[in-house]
């Protein structure tokens, strides 16, 4: 391989094509990890067994990973049989399954498996997650999973990259989830399609957690992945998960070339909203004040991880829960639940009359565990707001982060964080 600059996009896929490859190039890469969810996994099994008798073997199911996530636990038979034809294929195939209460699919694969410099994908659309520790990851079809089960590598097309430079601070009140709002509301969605958003600059500023956040909605502006170099901050969130040995340090070359760059201050940022039925459509808070709302959902792969529950907890402590309303809090995985409990803000939700559910996607897909009346409006941290996203496409969400949902839930309505912190 050359020397010349390279984005992270371009190194990972010269690393795992064993080729010098730039943007634009069709490679066939080595695939690190794979990840599959309960809505996914099933049809990626049949294509699997469709394609066995002429591969002959499974050859990657050791970099296999199944979660029941998305109906967790299951609300209807035909579910549990599909989870029940997901364990059996795990165990007939020596892959690694983990079951209901576990966790969500992303959570767990950047707690557990994926490490700085990998190459990810998964049967969900919101694998670009793990692009937060330093992986290039991005969600497929699931005939192209059960292809890089089958052979532990698939093809791909090298994306050109677009720099998001980051500066500045935080103000109160602001988060990374209201980062990654405003750069969709910007770039629309589709304003990144099949690109990689590669993320420099300033980026200490932004804690790991909040880096898996901006990561996970990558996606919603079209890209194939969004990522963050790995540095200190990302050793010392694997050391924190025991996984210290996992980490390398990844970034892009200093005159590696773009397509696009672009430039963020953080201090120029304020709380925003994503209003119905596009994720793009981007508000700040203050636009949109005061607007009724029936359910708050503080939770999924983009905002239940430890930090968020700690906001949330900070804003609803010594608070009520407007009446009017329901506040759902699901945590991302086990591991977050029980620090979650351990640190008591399970409890300041529950006693401010916040509802706790089980480690999961919840009501995110519409499934159950949250489904929205006619006519209701739900502000939730998750990803996306599209119609029927939450089970019925006569209701409205908004997009927020976990402050602006937590103070939304005291007052019962569109509330500005700031009034709380």
């Not at 602001?174 to 304003?191: E, F, Q, S, T």
Request: hydrophobic letters at 40%; one cysteine or more; charged letters at 25%.
């Amino acid at each position: 391989m050359v020397a010349e600059d390279k984005t992270i996009a371009e190194k990972i896929f010269s690393l795992k094509s064993d080729r010098d490859v730039r943007a634009g190039d069709i490679v066939i890469a080595r695939i690190d990890q794979i990840a599959l969810q309960d809505g996914t996994a099933p049809l990626a099994i049949r294509q699997i067994r469709e394609m066995l008798d002429g591969v002959g073997e499974v050859k990657a199911s050791d970099k296999a990973h199944f979660f029941v996530d998305h109906a967790s636990p299951s609300p209807r038979k035909e579910l549990s049989n599909d989870q029940k034809f997901i364990r059996d294929f795990t165990e007939e195939f020596k892959a690694d399954f983990n079951p209901p209460g576990e966790g969500i699919i992303h959570q767990l694969m950047v707690e557990r498996h994926v490490k700085p410099g990998d190459l990810a994908v998964g049967a969900d659309s919101h694998t670009c997650t793990y692009g937060g520790i330093g992986a290039f990851s991005t969600g497929m079809g699931s005939t192209d999973v059960a292809v890089a089960v089958l052979l532990g590598k698939n093809w791909f097309r090298v994306p050109e990259s677009f720099r998001i430079d980051i500066s500045g601070d935080f103000e109160r009140g602001v988060y990374p989830k209201d980062l990654i709002l405003r750069i969709i509301g910007d770039l629309g969605v589709d304003g990144a399609t099949y690109k990689a958003l590669e993320f420099s600059g300033e980026i200490d500023k932004i804690e790991v957690e909040g880096r898996l956040t901006v990561a996970n909605m990558a996606v919603e502006c079209g890209a194939k992945a969004g990522i963050f170099p790995s540095d200190r901050l990302t050793r010392e969130y694997l050391s924190e998960l025991g996984r210290e040995e996992d980490f390398k340090e990844v970034k892009a070359d200093g005159e590696a070339e773009y397509e696009k760059e672009i430039y963020y201050s953080l201090n120029d940022l304020e709380p925003v909203v994503s209003k119905p039925h596009n994720v793009d459509n981007v508000s700040s808070v203050s636009d949109v004040l005061g607007t009724a709302i029936d359910q708050v959902f503080i939770g999924t792969c983009t905002n239940g991880r430890l930090s968020d529950l700690r906001i949330a907890a900070r804003i609803l402590k010594g608070q009520k829960v407007n009446r009017k309303i329901r506040l759902i809090v699901g945590p991302a995985s086990r591991r977050v639940y029980l620090k979650a409990m351990e640190e008591g803000l399970l409890k300041i939700i529950v006693d401010a009359g916040g509802m706790v559910i089980p480690p999961g996607c919840g009501p995110c897909v519409g499934i159950h565990q949250g489904i929205l009346a006619d006519g209701e409006v739900c502000l939730s941290t998750q990803n996306r707001n599209f119609k029927g996203r939450m089970g019925n496409p006569d209701a409205m969400i908004y997009l927020a982060s976990p402050a602006t949902a937590a103070a939304s839930a005291i007052k019962g309505e569109i509330t500005d964080p700031r009034d709380f912190l």
